[in-house]
């Protein structure tokens, strides 16, 4: 689909790769852009209308999708990463909490849209998922869970909606220059970078950015990840937890 003309929907467009994205589709011609965020006031980019939307709300979010029946492209971007383990955490909170963010708030979204998408022609849905979809890091292990599930969401929603033509892409990423990994040393993808293969992927009809080289090489390993992902991941680990990394 052309984004120019499109009506889009972007979940967490108030800061972060949400923004890129919002800032992104005002670029290519979208003729509207509802940016979405739990604090709507906080949705500041030029040519973006702000709606107060907290997508682990299922009420709210019938209520936006019954006010936004113009949508043809719907941008799952909201997500959450506790940076927490599976064993060693206090709690299940932060489990819950990405779980009910990423992947029953992005669930939740994909439901009360596919109708709106249906009756204005298909469209298309985005979801950001992560290079975190394909292998645990201990580190953010229960986040990692929750972006799996939300890859395995995404491959069902994509094979339901096939029938009324919406296009499901997902957008898997290594670490982004955000707030979410702003702990994190070295080399970061650019949000506008991954704004920009999200929205090349959606007009060429693609079902897959792997946004970059981290990533497509994790997703190329996964026939052997028992020999060449996880013994990296686990001296890491094993030395932190030791104390000697
Ligand atoms: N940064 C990375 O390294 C990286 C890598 C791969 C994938 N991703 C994914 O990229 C997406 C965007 O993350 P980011 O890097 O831009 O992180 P970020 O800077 O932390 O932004 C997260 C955004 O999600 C919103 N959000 C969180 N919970 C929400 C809820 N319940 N309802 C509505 N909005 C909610 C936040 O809103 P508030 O301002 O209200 O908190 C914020 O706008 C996420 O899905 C993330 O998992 C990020």
Redesign the pocket.
């Known amino acids: 689909m052309k984004i120019d003309g499109s009506v889009a929907l972007v979940?967490?467009?108030?800061?972060?790769?949400?923004?890129?994205y919002a800032r992104e589709l005002v670029k290519r011609g979208a003729a509207k852009v509802y940016g979405?965020?739990?604090?709507p006031a906080?949705v500041t980019e030029p040519g973006v209308t702000p709606i107060g939307?907290?997508?682990?709300?299922a009420e709210r979010v019938a209520q936006v999708a019954a006010q936004c029946t113009d949508v043809t492209l719907l941008v799952?971007?909201?997500?959450?990463?506790k940076a927490s383990t599976f064993i060693g955490a206090p709690s299940l909170d932060a489990a819950r909490l990405e779980m009910?963010?990423?992947y029953f708030?992005t669930l939740s979204m994909c439901r009360a849209f596919a109708p709106v998408l249906a009756a204005n022609g298909g469209g298309a849905i985005v979801n950001?998922?992560?290079?975190?979809s394909f292998y645990t890091n201990p580190f953010t292990a229960s986040?990692g869970a929750s972006?799996a599930a939300a890859w395995s969401l995404t491959n069902g929603v994509r094979l339901e909606l096939h029938h009324q033509g919406t296009l499901v892409v997902a957008?898997?990423?290594?670490?982004?220059?955000?707030?979410?990994?702003a702990l994190?040393p070295g080399p970061?993808?650019s949000?506008e970078s991954?704004a920009q293969q999200a929205f090349d992927a959606v007009e060429a009809g693609q079902v897959e950015v792997l946004?970059d080289e981290r990533t497509r090489t994790v997703k190329a390993q996964l026939p052997r990840d028992h020999e060449l992902i996880y013994p990296p991941v686990q001296e890491f680990w094993d030395s932190a937890v030791s104390g000697t990394s």
Do not use: C, W
Not at 14 to 20: D, E, P, S, V
Not at 53 to 57: A, E, F, N, V
Not at 171 to 181: E, L, N, Q, Y
């Open positions: 979940t967490g467009a108030n800061r972060g790769l949400g923004q890129a979405a965020a739990r604090n906080a939307l907290d997508i682990t709300d799952n971007n909201a997500g959450v990463m009910e963010t990423n708030g950001m998922l992560s290079v975190s986040y972006k957008v898997h990423a290594s670490f982004i220059d955000t707030d979410m990994a994190v970061k993808d949000p991954v946004a």
